[in-house]
């Protein structure tokens, strides 16, 4: 997991989270294959059931263009393509839904905005309001076999702490780098951080 940190300016600031495993190129080269595969296997299959349907509105001069699927066909395409088609999409789906990389970018007196990227390229954002964010914490989870440090904001009128990186766990030396510079930026006076 590589820690990014990018600089907007004197005032804002991004904090990016990336995974090392697998290039970028490969993974959106091995979806477009897929997707090419499953567009494929969708033409194939509507062709195969809905031909034999249209063939007594369309006439007889379709047939010699194009041959109609006999029964047998159908049950083939059923029997492999049907399956086929559901497995490669489940895939296409657990696989691109994976993600990559996790970003705050803390911009004073105006809030932090939190960002997901999945490997389908798809990208998901949430803002919380400076003025709603009452403190930065760095928190520690006691599971049966590890502890887990995480950074969260507490946000008022929010039951439940907002976690900054939910998918992936730095280690503690980049989760204290990335909790110094974002108190610095949201709480240059430490008096301002409300735990209540």
Known sequence: MDLR????????????????????TDAKTLLSV???IGSATLITLLYVFTIPTLAPLIGPDYATLL???TAAARHDVLTFLVP???????????FGGTIVEESVLVIPEIGVQLRKKRRNGSEKFM???AKCIRAVV???????ADVIYYMAFLVQNEPKMILAFESFR???????K??????????????KMTMT
């Open 5 to 24: 940190i990018t600089n907007f300016g004197t005032d804002a600031r991004e904090y990016t989270l990336a995974s090392s495993r697998g290039s970028a």
């Open 170 to 176: 730095p280690r503690v030396a980049a989760l204290h």
């Open 67 to 69: 041959p109609l699927p």
């Open 84 to 94: 086929f088609y559901v497995v490669l999409t489940l895939f296409k789906s657990s």
């Open 127 to 129: 803002f919380i309001e």
């Open 138 to 144: 760095i928190n520690e989870a006691i599971t049966f």
């Open 178 to 191: 990335i909790f110094a510079g974002t108190k610095t930026l949201l709480f240059p006076d430490d008096s």
């Open 34 to 36: 897929l997707g090419l």
